[in-house]
């Protein structure tokens, strides 16, 4: 009789574990299209047309097209159910971009913020490139296989501080903010660079968070843990499985950075490299704490972006107010080939020092436990998808390195060649971009 109570017990809770997860896939993925389209219409403003399903990546998948939207211009926001139900909500709001609403009310800023007041800065000179290199750019717009996109956006090549070849796709054009996603995590590693440069922030500072205090054992981990994704924590980074850690924070939590903390160590930290969007998040909270409260909303504009002349950048937050470093930031092509710029000037625009001496070097320095892959916050290596165990990534210079986000957003930086690129799009098949063929040919374009 206990038997049998045992295994009517046993079957019941199978059961309610299978209800709970088989209910974060439509969430995760109404999330996910609400999140994408609203920051498509409002921070972008693209004019979408919506009965198409390849102009952004909220209506290319096709395991997302069951689920309908609704748009409120008004109010700014986007909504996605499936047949009514699972509904999530993302709204825009100005100086915010979007942020998706988890259930619970969105903490607000403590300052007011305004649009981003985007302008083509008189500074930022244009060079005639060679008809190869145009040729070349034009080709990346180019689709060879029809059944595997690689629906590039924009593209930029700047070459000892002035532009050499751009070009946009049809609906896109230059003043258009575009996301960026994972490349903004190189972006949080200028944000700590300059509190590091300021004093206010240590690499070594360990015991980072309330959570995290002695004697737990993840007070070890330190903010250069951090920056170069060895903290030890367990994270699960699988875009294609809907119950990975990845997609429960950006597209099923309100605090993000609550949610990365949480997880317990999987090794030592410092003693093993994992790529992890939740490390990046837990930096951008971090840099939170530090900055305070009634600054941090603002700060990014204040002590990076209006600095250099990045006009147009918009850092998106979470409902608790963290900004998404590891995924959520909108700027123009050419804005975020100044950000690249930057790195090429060692950390130095028109004179000034922005970010802290040494730190371009620290940062483009291979991480041990990488093999060689990653820095701080930058790749330094292309990953096989993109081309990276291709012979043209031999032929890229030693000195390269890389921001690299979801579907093919690149920031190739060459400081040997004073060299920047900038490609932005939705390629759906990651594949179908090899990046690594095309600034080996840039490079060949250019000059040496």
Known sequence: MIMFQTGWIV?????????????VYPAVAAGYRAKVLCTALFGS????DLTLWTQVSGDSYLILRPFRIRIDRQNRTVTSDLFGQFARTAIHRDGLGATLLAGRPLVQPAAALSPPAIRIAADWPEAPGSAGLRRLVAEAFEEPAPRRLRRTYAVVVVRDGAIVAEQYAPGVHLRMPLPGWSVAKSVLNALVGILVGEGRLELTRRDLLREWASPDPRAAISVEDLLRMRSGLRFSEGYANPWSDVLHMLYNCHDTAAFAASLPLA??????WSYSSGTSNILSLIVRQVV???????????????????????????GAGTFVC????LA???DWARYGQLFVDDGVCKGERILPGGWVKFS???TPQSDGRFG?????????????DSPAAARIAPDAFFAVGHEGQTLTVIPSQRLVVVRLGASIYIDAWNHAEFIANVQDAVGR
Not at 45 to 48: A, Q, V, W
Not at 305 to 316: H, K, N, Y
Not at 326 to 329: I, L, V
């Open 11 to 23: 079957a019941a809770a199978l059961l309610v574990w299978g209800i709970v997860k088989l209910r």
């Open 45 to 48: 403003g693209r004019e979408l």
């Open 267 to 272: 090794q030592a930290p410092g003693t093993v």
């Open 292 to 318: 305070g409260e009634q600054s941090y909303h603002l700060w990014p504009r204040r002590a990076l972006f209006d600095r250099i002349g990045m006009t147009s950048a918009v850092l998106e937050p979470d």
């Open 326 to 329: 590891s995924s959520y930031m």
């Open 332 to 334: 123009t092509a050419r």
């Open 364 to 366: 483009t320095t291979p």
């Open 376 to 388: 701080a916050h930058w790749w330094l290596k292309l990953n096989p998808e993109i081309g990276g």
